[in-house]
């Protein structure tokens, strides 16, 4: 695991590589749900459908909200993606709450 990377071989710089190695798996995790959830919302719109919709557009506004408080997205792209699509789902013609 940690011997076939290239990292500095002290027990602070083996521990520091240990640890973002952690939190790199768990914000890929976190981002690919993320993906697959605005995938979703855009698929509902593209069948316009405005209650799947809006649904899906609540259950992603609420994961990208977490995941600026985990830190995985900043709060500005998170905000442009929810602005986005809640902006889409209007033009179908259903109310998008936040």
């Known amino acids: 695991m940690v011997a076939s990377s290239p990292v500095a071989n002290h027990a602070s710089a083996l521990k520091r590589h240990r ?3 952690k939190r790199r798996r768990r914000n890929q995790g976190i981002k ?3 993906r697959h959830l605005v995938r979703d919302v ?3 719109i593209a069948t316009k459908d405005p209650d799947a919709a809006r649904t899906r557009l609540a259950q992603a506004a609420r ?3 977490k995941a600026v408080t985990k830190g995985v997205l900043h709060r500005n792209n998170a905000a442009r993606k929810v602005g986005r699509l809640s902006r ?3 033009a179908l013609g259903g109310a ?3």
């Open 19 to 21: 640890q973002s190695e």
């Open 96 to 98: 998008a709450t936040r």
């Open 32 to 34: 690919t749900r993320l």
């Open 88 to 90: 889409a789902v209007q």
């Open 63 to 65: 994961a990208l909200d």
């Open 42 to 44: 855009r698929s509902a």
